[in-house]
């Protein structure tokens, strides 16, 4: 039997014991409510995961090639965004 791998996004929910100030919590809570609580952090969790996948791509490009401009950094977010956003996933992390 294989072990599923999913994509930043994917798969079926799994319940996760999370800390947060409460200062936070409460600020979340006043933004979306009680129900979408859970989505709102997954969504936050999942942005910062892609953010780190541009990041370790870039960081790799530039071992390899030299310094990236701030202007080709953004063009570079953009790009990932599009091509991502039109398979409609991420790769795994990991």
């Known amino acids: 039997m294989s072990e599923t ?44 995961l892609r953010g780190q996948v541009l990041d370790e791509y870039l960081a790799d490009y530039e071992s390899r090639k030299g310094p990236v401009s701030e202007q080709a950094r953004l063009r570079a977010r953009q790009v990932f965004d599009e091509v991502f956003a039109e398979e409609d996933q991420w790769p795994a992390v990991g």
């Open 5 to 48: 791998t999913y994509s930043i996004g994917e798969g079926p929910a799994t319940r996760v014991s999370l800390s947060l100030p409460e200062g936070t919590a409460e600020a979340i809570r006043s933004r979306v409510g009680k129900r979408e609580f859970s989505a709102f952090i997954a969504a936050a969790v999942e942005r910062e």
